[in-house]
T-cell receptor, first 112, second 109 residues
């Protein structure tokens, strides 16, 4: 079945550590996105990529980095510079005409 | 001004009630519009697209008003299972989807 897979589902990080969240899709979509969601809040865009080897900052990119070396993969690194990384992270991709967004099941990151 | 704005709610309604949500968008060049539903601690899922002529899917009706730059979602005969957060999503024309913060709906017996 086609879809988006995020891993891990739960992730614990010590302060000062970088962690990388995985996002893989087999939908052949060009555009991929990372969102952050805090409890009781909406989705905020971190980074998005419209094509391989290209990506743009979203509204809250500080403290995060991404890469897009393959069409299928869009990993997100939460760096130690991100002061409050505990949140629910969602990866999404859109079809060519941007008529629907498909989401992974999300990764819950907790700083301990 | 935010690109997409929604009333966060919560909207508390009894079963069987009719409830409506609005969502405003700032970019007049926005090309497509959607409503997503998000259950607690889950990923958002597409509820329905919003077409210029308006569209209906069972108890749900979505409408677009380009002149006033808003979309709406109407839910008739609310069910307990409709309790969720409803996200307005706009393709702003810059090849990205922008999500509203969501409107929380609570349907009570």
């Amino acid at each position: 079945d086609g879809g988006i897979t995020q891993s891990p589902k739960y992730l614990f990080r010590k302060e000062g550590q970088n962690v990388t969240l995985s996002c893989e899709q087999n939908l052949n979509h060009d555009a991929m996105y990372w969102y952050r969601q805090d409890p009781g809040q909406g989705l905020r865009l971190i980074y998005y990529s419209q094509i391989v080897n290209d990506f743009q900052k979203g509204d809250i990119a500080e403290g995060y980095s991404v890469s897009r070396e393959k069409k299928e993969s869009f990993p997100l690194t939460v760096t130690s510079a991100q002061k409050n990384p505990t949140a629910f992270y969602l990866c999404a991709s859109t079809n060519q005409d941007y008529t629907e967004a498909f989401f992974g099941q999300g990764t819950r990151l907790t700083v301990v | 001004r935010k690109e997409v704005e929604q009333d966060p709610g919560p909207f508390n309604v009894p079963e069987g009630a009719t409830v409506a949500f609005n969502c405003t968008y700032s970019n007049s060049a926005s090309q497509s519009f959607f409503w997503y539903r998000q259950d607690c601690r889950k990923e958002p899922k597409l509820l329905m697209s919003v077409y210029s002529s308006g569209n209906e899917d069972g108890r749900f009706t979505a409408q677009l008003n380009r002149a006033s730059q808003y979309i709406s979602l109407l839910i008739r005969d609310s069910k307990l299972s409709d309790s969720a957060t409803y996200l307005c999503v706009v393709n702003t024309g810059f090849q990205k989807l922008v999500f509203g913060t969501g409107t929380r709906l609570l349907v009570s017996p």
